[in-house]
C-alpha cells in the first residue's frame, strides 16, 4: 500500500489565514494585546462546528483579526509551510485575502511581505517551493476589488494569480469579470471559488468570463454533463477539498463524496485542505481519510498525486522531475 502522506504532492487550495491554529492565534493575540471573544484554546477550538459556509466565515475572520505585524504574518505562514512539508506537500500556492486586513488597517506590504519573507525563507530551508495567490472578496464589492488589485501591482513579483473566495450564494464571478479582465492584462494567472455553494452555472461563468486555469472547488460541477466533458477535454482541474465539503456540509459524509466519480469521469481532480485548522486536518489527512472512506486504489491516489503537480503553475522542468519521483515511489510500493 502506498505511503499517501509520502507521496510528493502540490497544494493547490489553501488559504493562509485558514492555518490559523488555535494555540497560534493567542500566542500572536498577546503579543500585539488582543483580547479575544474565547477564554482559552479549548473554548476556541470547541466552537469550530459550523452549519454552512457563512457561520465558518464569522469565526474565520474574528480569528485573523489578531495579525498585526510583518512577523506575525511570517509566522502564520511558516507554520503552515513545516506542516506542509511534513505531509508530502513539494509545492504550494497559497491563497492570501488581503482585503480582510487592509479593511482593518492593515498595510498591503505588511502582509505581503511577513508572507514572502516565510516562503523565501523554507525554500532555503525546507525545500518546499511556493507561490501567492491572491483572493478577492466576492461579498465586497467589484470597485474595492478592483482597489485591490491597484494596491498589489507594486508587488506583482509576489503573486503569481489572483483567485476569488468567501461568501459563494448571490456573488457570481461575472461580478468581477472587469476585475479579471485587468488583472489577466496585468500579467497575472485566474482562478476562481465555483461550484462549492453556487450551482454548476458559477463554473461556466468562471471559465467563459474569468477565463480561469483551474476551478476551486467545483463538486457541483458533476450536476451538468456538458460542463463536466468541457473539464475533462480541457483538462481543466479542480481543486477539491474534501474534509471541508463534510465540515460545510457540502456533502453529508465523506463515504458521499464524488471525488471518486470525479476520477473516474476522467477529470482533473487534486486533493487539498482548504482551511485545516478549522476542517479537521491538512492534505495528509484529507489523502488518508478520503481515500479510506471512498476505497481508492493505490493507483487513484497516485493519480490524485500527479494532478497535482500537473495543474500547478510550476515548470515544466520541475513538473517531469516530480512525476518521476512520484512514479519511483509508486513502483517500490508496488513491489514491497
Keep these: ?38 477564554p482559552t484554546v479549548e473554548a476556541l477550538r470547541a466552537a469550530y462546528e459550523f452549519t454552512d459556509l457563512q457561520s465558518f466565515l464569522d469565526i ?34 497559497i491563497f492570501f485575502d488581503p482585503q480582510a486586513h ?27 517551493t511556493s507561490h501567492l495567490i491572491m483572493c478577492f472578496l466576492r461579498d ?6 478592483m482597489e485591490t488589485l491597484e494596491r ?41 471559488h465555483a461550484g462549492e455553494e453556487g450551482g454548476p452555472e458559477y463554473v461556466w461563468e468562471a471559465l467563459d468570463l474569468l477565463h480561469v486555469s483551474r476551478v476551486d472547488h467545483g463538486v457541483r460541477s458533476l450536476e451538468d454533463p456538458v460542463l463536466v466533458e468541457r473539464l475533462r477535454r480541457q483538462r481543466i482541474a479542480l481543486t477539491i477539498c474534501p474534509l471541508s465539503n463534510v465540515k460545510l456540509r457540502v456533502v453529508d459524509k465523506l463515504a458521499d463524496h464524488p471525488l471518486k466519480k470525479m476520477l473516474d469521469a476522467g477529470l482533473v481532480a487534486t486533493v487539498n485542505s482548504d482551511d485545516p485548522a478549522y476542517f479537521g486536518g491538512y492534505v495528509g489527512e484529507n489523502f488518508v481519510q478520503t481515500a479510506a472512506a471512498l476505497g481508492l486504489s493505490d493507483d487513484d491516489v497516485v493519480t490524485l498525486a ?26 517500490s510500493a508496488a513491489s514491497a
Excluded at 5 to 33: S, V
Excluded at 140 to 145: E, G, R
Excluded at 165 to 192: C, H, I, M, W, Y
Excluded at 309 to 327: Q, Y
Design 152 to 192: 498589489a501591482l507594486p508587488y506583482r513579483d509576489r503573486i503569481v494569480a489572483v483567485g476569488l473566495d468567501s461568501a459563494e450564494v448571490g456573488n457570481p464571478p461575472s461580478k468581477f469579470q472587469a476585475v479579471f479582465d485587468r488583472a489577466r492584462a496585468e500579467g497575472f494567472l485566474t482562478v476562481a
Design 60 to 93: 474565520y475572520y474574528e480569528g485573523m483579526n489578531v495579525l498585526r505585524t510583518e512577523r506575525d504574518y511570517y509566522d502564520l505562514a511558516t507554520a503552515y509551510l513545516r506542516r506542509a512539508v511534513a505531509q508530502g506537500v513539494r509545492h504550494a500556492e
Design 306 to 331: 500527479k494532478h497535482s503537480i500537473e495543474a500547478s503553475f510550476i515548470d515544466d522542468v520541475s513538473k517531469r522531475a516530480l512525476f518521476d519521483e512520484i512514479e519511483r515511489l509508486a513502483a
Design 1 to 38: 500500500m502506498i505511503d499517501a502522506i509520502a507521496l510528493p504532492k502540490a497544494e493547490l487550495h489553501l488559504h493562509i489565514e485558514g492555518t490559523f491554529e488555535p494555540e497560534l492565534i493567542f500566542e500572536i493575540a498577546a503579543r500585539n494585546g488582543v483580547t479575544l471573544k474565547y
Design 102 to 128: 487592509t479593511d482593518r488597517g492593515i498595510a498591503f506590504g505588511t502582509v505581503i511581505e511577513g508572507l514572502s519573507a516565510a516562503l523565501a525563507d523554507a525554500r532555503r530551508d525546507l525545500g518546499i
Design 140 to 145: 465586497l464589492s467589484a470597485q474595492s476589488a
